[in-house]
């Protein structure tokens, strides 16, 4: 038996915790909502036979892939952590506030670095790997965890000008069915049901969020950027995302990229690409379909920011025609151009029913979106090029494994960053360095 389980199964006899483990997996799995009777019967009939083998001392390897399930779903992911055993780096069922505090996954006890430095946005990092603008980079303790995993380039969680609620649970749901990318430019139709599982570590990881932006009061996240920012070394860049709303979008914008450069931010990246605004009528589409508002508002934080700030633009997937008329604008005023976002695509549970109710739009991420971020990447490279453009490239959509990773680099990226991918596997960074640390 591996020793990991050996010990987890003492740890959970010694504390007194297997009686319960199957009530509080089948709490969580129907935290949102009842799965079909069947495979609700059959996950029961699981977690009786998996508590039964704890109790007797049967448990053998072949029982970590549900011992790691029933233990993330019954709120003791933390335990598997101690042990050195892979699980998601969120807790899904625990609120947006809870989970501010409380990074999960392993944390390695040597951060792993290379030797080499990479230039980006006029800095120089490590091994040029990160985690995108998302709720695993919502606060310094995120921040802290993750550099010590060996993620470099880290976009702290976007931030609002004032306080923000997130949408109604849930948030962030695994998209089982979404084993294989879709082409670029397709529309997804996601069937997504919140009890969905991924085994951590798994490279054919997708997801659909709908946060819709939550934001601490600026006092409060101002003060957490200030501490997150301090935590981060020589050979990370921490840039910090912002997003305006209301009447005077620009002039909100600038407000709030202000507030991040009064914090410490050297480089603001502009979230002009969410696919969860609501509005009265449902979920906008995202800023950057409308170039001349997207233009606005970056001539807007450009004139505000003081020249030494780095700005960075993030977009979506856009189609030719819609790329090739942004980004000879936006190039004079930007240093890094960051994509893609989510894909905003309809999500429904296998009952037809909203995956997140209220809200039939969502944004997809993970290999789903790998091949357009490809394409995004490629075309955004040859516009910049095309146009004697300087600015950097900050990739992201699909990274699950090294081979993802070293793609987007291929195809011009300054940095590339992983959410969903880093969402299953903490441990991505590490394997990427250790594989490409050398070679890249
Ligand atoms: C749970 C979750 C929350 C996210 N929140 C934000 C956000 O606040 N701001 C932002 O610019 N992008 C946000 N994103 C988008 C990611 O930064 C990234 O662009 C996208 O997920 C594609 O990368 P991936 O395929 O590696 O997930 C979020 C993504 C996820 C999965």
């Given at each position: 038996m591996?020793?990991?389980?050996?010990?987890?199964?003492d740890?959970?006899?010694?504390?007194?915790?297997?009686?319960g483990?199957p009530?509080?997996f089948l709490?969580g799995?129907?935290?949102?909502?009842?799965?079909?009777?069947?495979?609700?019967?059959?996950l029961a009939?699981d977690?009786?036979?998996l508590?039964?083998r704890?109790?007797?001392?049967?448990t053998?390897?072949?029982d970590l892939?549900?011992?790691?399930?029933v233990l993330y779903?019954?709120?003791?992911?933390?335990l598997l952590a101690a042990?050195g055993?892979?699980?998601?780096?969120?807790?899904v069922?625990?609120?947006f506030?809870?989970?501010?505090a409380?990074?999960?996954?392993?944390?390695?006890?040597e951060?792993?670095?290379t030797?080499?430095r990479?230039?980006l946005?006029?800095r120089?990092v490590g091994?040029?790997?990160?985690?995108?603008?998302?709720?695993?980079n919502g606060?310094?303790?995120w921040v802290?965890?993750n550099?010590?995993?060996?993620w470099?380039v880290?976009?702290?969680?976007?931030?609002r000008?004032r306080?923000h609620p997130?949408?109604e649970q849930?948030?962030?749901?695994?998209?089982?069915?979404?084993?294989a990318?879709?082409a670029?430019?397709?529309d997804?139709?996601?069937?997504?049901?919140?009890w969905?599982w991924?085994a951590?570590?798994?490279?054919a990881?997708?997801?659909?969020?709908?946060?819709g932006?939550?934001?601490?009061?600026?006092?409060?996240?101002m003060?957490d950027?200030s501490?997150?920012?301090?935590?981060?070394g020589?050979?990370q860049?921490?840039?910090?995302?912002?997003m305006?709303e209301?009447e005077d979008?620009?002039?909100d914008?600038a407000?709030?990229?202000l507030m991040?450069q009064e914090?410490?931010?050297t480089?603001?990246?502009l979230n002009?690409?969410c696919?969860n605004?609501?509005s009265?009528s449902?979920v906008?589409?995202?800023?950057c379909?409308d170039?001349d508002?997207?233009?606005a508002?970056?001539?807007h934080?450009?004139?505000?920011?003081?020249d030494?700030?780095?700005?960075v633009?993030k977009?979506s997937?856009l189609d030719?025609?819609?790329l090739?008329?942004l980004?000879?604008r936006l190039?004079?005023?930007?240093?890094?151009?960051a994509?893609?976002?989510?894909?905003?695509?309809?999500v429904r549970?296998s009952?037809?029913?909203?995956?997140?109710?209220?809200?039939?739009l969502?944004g997809l991420?993970?290999?789903?979106?790998r091949?357009?971020?490809l394409?995004?990447?490629?075309?955004?490279?040859?516009?910049?090029?095309?146009g004697?453009?300087?600015?950097?490239v900050?990739?992201?959509?699909?990274?699950?494994?090294p081979?993802?990773f070293?793609?987007l680099?291929?195809?011009?990226?300054?940095a590339?960053?992983?959410?969903?991918?880093?969402f299953a596997d903490?441990l991505?960074?590490q394997?990427?360095i250790?594989?490409?640390g050398?070679t890249?």
């Amino acid at each position: 038996m591996t020793e990991a389980v050996r010990t987890l199964r003492d740890e959970l006899v010694g504390r007194g915790l297997v009686d319960g483990l199957p009530a509080a997996f089948l709490a969580g799995i129907t935290r949102f909502g009842r799965p079909p009777q069947e495979e609700l019967d059959r996950l029961a009939a699981d977690v009786a036979g998996l508590a039964g083998r704890l109790a007797s001392g049967e448990t053998g390897d072949g029982d970590l892939p549900l011992l790691t399930r029933v233990l993330y779903v019954a709120g003791h992911a933390d335990l598997l952590a101690a042990h050195g055993v892979l699980s998601p780096a969120y807790d899904v069922l625990g609120s947006f506030r809870d989970n501010l505090a409380r990074p999960l996954g392993p944390r390695l006890p040597e951060r792993p670095t290379t030797r080499r430095r990479w230039p980006l946005l006029g800095r120089t990092v490590g091994f040029p790997i990160g985690i995108p603008a998302c709720v695993l980079n919502g606060s310094e303790a995120w921040v802290r965890h993750n550099v010590a995993n060996g993620w470099n380039v880290l976009t702290y969680k976007t931030v609002r000008g004032r306080a923000h609620p997130p949408n109604e649970q849930p948030n962030w749901v695994v998209a089982a069915r979404e084993t294989a990318s879709l082409a670029p430019g397709a529309d997804a139709d996601v069937v997504a049901d919140p009890w969905d599982w991924a085994a951590p570590g798994s490279a054919a990881i997708s997801s659909v969020n709908s946060f819709g932006v939550p934001s601490p009061e600026p006092a409060e996240w101002m003060a957490d950027l200030s501490r997150a920012l301090a935590a981060v070394g020589d050979e990370q860049l921490l840039l910090v995302s912002v997003m305006g709303e209301g009447e005077d979008l620009a002039a909100d914008f600038a407000r709030t990229a202000l507030m991040a450069q009064e914090a410490g931010a050297t480089v603001v990246e502009l979230n002009l690409s969410c696919p969860n605004t609501l509005s009265t009528s449902g979920v906008k589409p995202p800023l950057c379909l409308d170039a001349d508002a997207t233009v606005a508002v970056v001539e807007h934080v450009r004139r505000s920011l003081d020249d030494r700030t780095g700005l960075v633009a993030k977009l979506s997937w856009l189609d030719e025609q819609r790329l090739s008329a942004l980004v000879p604008r936006l190039a004079p005023l930007v240093d890094g151009i960051a994509g893609i976002n989510t894909v905003q695509s309809r999500v429904r549970r296998s009952d037809g029913s909203a995956t997140f109710p209220g809200r039939e739009l969502a944004g997809l991420s993970g290999i789903a979106v790998r091949d357009p971020a490809l394409d995004f990447t490629r075309r955004l490279v040859a516009l910049r090029d095309a146009g004697g453009a300087r600015f950097d490239v900050l990739a992201m959509g699909g990274v699950t494994d090294p081979t993802s990773f070293e793609a987007l680099i291929a195809a011009g990226a300054g940095a590339v960053q992983s959410a969903a991918g880093a969402f299953a596997d903490p441990l991505l960074a590490q394997k990427c360095i250790t594989e490409l640390g050398e070679t890249l």
